[in-house]
């Protein structure tokens, strides 16, 4: 019995000994500097770049078809309405001016006005999306290759 007993604590004495190892070994992985310890930081200057005349005139003109585009996508529902008139077709301005109140008027929306109408068939005019011309003493509008474009 008593074999049994040193054994037991021989055996204890052994597990000591390497626990007490295994504390030592962590405890100086521990102890041991850390990364940001080690790194030191530089400053860096940092220059501006600077921007070559091809790239402001490339960027120039990309602007100018941006916004050429954009006009192009800034009309009014009225403005729409007036373009879709059309149908290829040439047009006086009392004949737009009935097609365009059909689809307005059992809606409940007032019609347009001769003056509204003269208005906004200007201002498609002046973005390039229809042209008149004197016939007569009326004028009579049609749709330019962009006002095709639109439409379709």
Known sequence: MENKNNESTEKDNEEKEKL???LETSSEKKQQPVAKDLVTLKHVEVKKQEISPETINLAQ???????EHDQFERLSND???ILETFMGKRLFL?????????SRIPLGIPGFKKAELEKI???LGSKGYI?????????????TERGKYRVQ
């Open 61 to 67: 003109t990309l602007k100018e078809r941006y916004l």
């Open 79 to 81: 403005e729409i309405t």
């Open 131 to 143: 042209e008149s011309e004197l016939v007569g003493d009326k004028h009579v509008y049609f749709l």
């Open 20 to 22: 007490e190892a295994h």
């Open 121 to 123: 068939l200007e201002d």
């Open 94 to 102: 009392e004949r737009i001016a009935i097609i365009a109140n059909q």
